[in-house]
């Protein structure tokens, strides 16, 4: 059973799923990951008929604590350490900086197919909805402290309340130390080593901590937002979920303060570029929206679905990550279509539900699937028809649906090629000329091209797997091996050791040049 049904068939109540982000830059396609699996928890919910809302909590009352790499640093520095909401836009269309990015990331949302209701915690704070939260947690301060220690080893002082107000001086948030509570005001302190990354103004005084005037700790304000909201189930990531860790932090502060039953919880794995953790704030990696400029929704849905939750998905827009993402969507469809040939009525077993959880609605709806590998080559053969190349290589008549498929690759292709390809990715065919690096060849290398050149020129069916077969059958009789054989063949019409499969490679061009150009090599 797909781990979503799994947890849907667990259900005994009315669930919350719920989820959140501190929109501090930025927003990385890593959580993405955490999006979907929420999303898809809601569906498998909705799937078994069980009564189910979704929520998506935007943190935008957190601090700025880095100014991102591709915003204006002498513009931003001035607000470390201010709420997110309290900082200005990077542009004029947005009230302010929070806003600004989590209205990017939300256009990913409604792309991906994703209905959450959104809520902020400016909101929550402003309009006294966590009011009372703020004054049982201040009330309870020694225990949320005793917790701390207990679960994180992490010691606080005597006199430390767990609120931070924004300065009334300065207007920061992160530098605020507060040491008291009479039952209606906190008394704080702005201090200027509260941090090592922005320094306090040193004021201090008693102030109000209710209706907007600061905030809990995330670790305390992640129990009031479970109980406000009523949040039933909420993942968290990886670094949240270790022993002692943040979540188990929270639990404990629930069960201790508010003597409730914590969600439902199962930990989630990172997304890494090139085994390197993305952060919002640094610029690491890709952000949410860049890959939704990439890869259609599906696409981008299915990479988040295709492994377990629990296992890390270690990706970047190379070739061969993104090639071998659409071969295995495009693998589990025509699964799909073959089985729906047999029986109209599907049975969605564990290996196809990561498919039908990718799809926009409720419906999979096979399409031919063009490789995208192919149109990658394609697109970069000088003065090439491209559509009727694809309606050649097809060899079935295209449905207008198809053709919309089609074209979204296409576009998918160029796109990568434009801005993502590394140039030893791209296909830069010799016609002209012989590339000069040819002089270096082996003897070897020259002997088996004049095999393949040999039963090249028997090949009726100038198709790639033909030709393909054709480059293996040359070595095979040679006893050559691949890795020196294949080389020869790429430096011959690229000038470089690698490149597309050498026979698909071939197929896109005309026969007679091919051999032409083998002949020259040769001589």
């Not at 998506?56 to 100014?67: H, I, N, P, R, S």
């Not at 209606?184 to 990354?197: L, N």
């Amino acid at each position: 059973m797909f781990w979503a049904d799994k947890i849907a068939q667990s259900s005994r109540q009315e669930e919350l799923v719920n989820d959140s982000k501190t929109p501090s830059g930025r927003v990385h396609v890593g959580s993405v990951r955490g999006v979907i699996i929420h999303d898809v928890m809601y569906r498998a919910l909705k799937r078994a008929n069980k009564p189910v809302k979704f929520t998506y909590g935007v943190d935008d009352y957190d601090a700025l604590d880095t100014v991102p790499y591709y915003l204006d640093q002498e513009k931003f520095t001035p607000y470390l350490g201010y709420p997110l909401c309290n900082v200005p836009s990077p542009n004029d269309k947005s009230s302010d900086y929070a806003k600004y990015f989590m209205e990017e990331f939300l256009e990913v949302f409604k792309y991906l197919g994703v209905k959450a209701e959104i809520y902020y915690l400016r909101d929550l704070y402003k309009s006294g909805k966590l009011n009372s939260y703020i004054d049982t947690f201040l009330q309870n301060a020694q225990a949320v402290r005793e917790v701390y220690l207990s679960v994180s080893k992490a010691q606080r002082a005597d006199n430390w309340y767990p609120f931070q107000v924004i300065c009334e001086n300065c207007g920061k948030i992160a530098t605020t130390v507060t040491t008291d509570y009479n039952g209606s005001e906190v008394f704080y302190t702005c201090k200027e080593d509260a941090t090592d990354w922005v320094k306090g103004c040193g004021h201090s005084g008693w102030v109000s901590p209710f209706d907007g005037n600061g905030k809990l700790p995330w670790k305390v304000e992640w129990v009031a937002k479970w109980d406000l909201v009523g949040v039933t189930m909420e993942m968290a990531g990886k670094d949240h979920s270790q022993k002692g860790g943040s979540r188990d932090v929270a639990n404990a502060i629930c069960r201790r303060v508010l003597d409730k039953k914590p969600p439902f919880h199962s930990p989630y794995e990172f997304i890494l570029v090139n085994g390197t953790k993305m952060s919002s704030s640094k610029g690491v990696g890709s952000s949410a929206k860049d890959m939704a400029d990439l890869l259609p929704p599906e696409i981008l849905r299915f990479l988040m679905l295709k492994t377990q939750p629990k296992t890390v998905i270690n990706f970047s827009p190379n070739y061969d990550n993104i090639t071998r993402l659409f071969r295995d969507y495009d693998n589990l469809l025509n699964s799909y279509a073959n089985l729906q040939k047999e029986n109209e009525n599907v049975e969605l077993d564990k290996t196809l539900l990561p498919l039908f959880y990718a799809q926009l609605d409720e419906e999979i709806k096979p399409y031919y699937t063009f490789d995208i590998s192919t149109l990658i080559s394609l697109l970069q053969v000088p003065h090439l028809d491209l559509k009727r190349e694809i309606k050649k290589r097809a060899e079935v008549d295209l449905t207008e649906y198809d053709w919309e498929k089609i074209d979204e690759r296409i576009n998918v292709a160029q796109k990568w090629l434009a801005d993502y390809a590394d140039e030893e990715e791209k296909l830069v065919i010799y016609f002209d000329k012989v590339p000069e690096v040819v002089s270096q060849l082996t003897q070897e290398q020259i002997t088996y091209l004049a095999k393949l050149k040999d039963i090249l020129s028997t090949v009726e069916k100038w198709e790639g797997e033909e030709l393909q077969t054709a480059l293996f059958t040359a070595t095979k009789e040679l006893g050559f091996s691949p890795a020196i054989a294949f080389p020869a063949v790429y430096y011959s019409f690229l000038g470089k050791d690698k490149g597309p499969k050498a026979g698909y490679l071939f197929s896109y061009l005309d026969k007679d040049f091919v051999l032409k150009r083998l002949t020259d090599v040769i001589n």
